[in-house]
């Protein structure tokens, strides 16, 4: 079983100075790592993935992601936050190598930024 | 343009009344799920399927059914809604395999009155 905890609840920013919302997760088994973004009145969508490589990941909308493995963590960061950017933020992971590879999903992180 | 949709993105509807809310995907996608969503909390996964005549039930009890008779549609219906049933339901596809990423609909917004 996976579990995933999204430590903030709420995180208010000014524009244009950088943001991370923090993920870890937990998995007797190897994950996939996912974030998605959901705009007010819509559906999730996918900003980013790790599949495996590179720790570092670049999505869209210039946002990025590390994965770490001895912490079990995949935090998301931009440098510069835009008005644009509020939304709510999901981490999910999926697994692999044997399994349902149903996704998990944490309860979320608001991201609000202010002029 | 391949894409999923949710039917009706609004709902409100007495206590007792049987409901449908339709979930249509045009990606050809095996995987479909439906999620219960509320403010501040995880998202549930309350059924899955896998493909046609294929349907699981998830996490989070419910008291929903589900059905799959074809690929690209996969309703959710409750016989006798509550009050309790109040909540954003999304339905999501994605192709086998864990590595692809979950394709979400709009949702639909339910109230139990």
């Known amino acids: 079983a996976q579990s995933v905890t999204q430590l903030d609840s709420q995180v208010p920013v000014f524009e244009e100075a950088p943001v991370e919302l923090r993920c870890n997760y937990s998995?007797?088994?190897?994950?996939?790592l996912f974030w998605y973004v959901q705009y007010p009145n819509q559906g999730l969508q996918l900003l980013l993935k790790?599949?495996?490589?590179s720790t570092l990941v670049k999505g869209i909308n210039g946002f990025e992601a590390e994965f770490n493995k001895s912490q079990t963590s995949f935090h998301l960061r931009k440098p510069s936050v835009h008005i644009s950017d509020t939304a709510e933020y999901f981490c999910?992971?999926?697994?692999w190598g044997g399994g349902s590879y149903i996704p998990t999903f944490g309860r979320g992180t608001s991201l609000i930024v202010h002029p | 343009e391949a894409d999923i949709y949710q039917t009706p993105r609004y709902l409100v509807i007495g206590t007792g009344k049987k409901i449908t809310l339709e979930c249509s995907q045009t990606?050809?996608?095996?995987?479909m799920y439906w999620y219960q969503q509320d403010p501040g909390m995880e998202l549930h996964l309350i059924h899955y399927?896998?493909?046609?005549?294929?349907?699981e039930k998830g996490d989070l009890s419910s008291e929903s059914t589900v059905s799959r008779i074809r690929t690209e549609h996969f309703p959710l219906t409750l016989e006798s809604a509550r009050p309790s049933h109040t909540s954003q339901y999304l339905c999501?596809?994605?192709?086998?395999?864990?590595?692809?990423?979950?394709?979400f609909g709009q949702g639909t917004r339910l109230t139990v009155v």
């Open positions: 399927s896998y493909g046609v005549n294929s349907t």
């Open positions: 790790y599949l495996s490589g």
């Open positions: 999501a596809s994605s192709d086998h395999g864990g590595d692809t990423e979950a394709f």
């Open positions: 990606m050809g996608h095996d995987k």
């Open positions: 998995s007797s088994v190897s994950v996939y």
């Open positions: 999910a992971v999926s697994p």
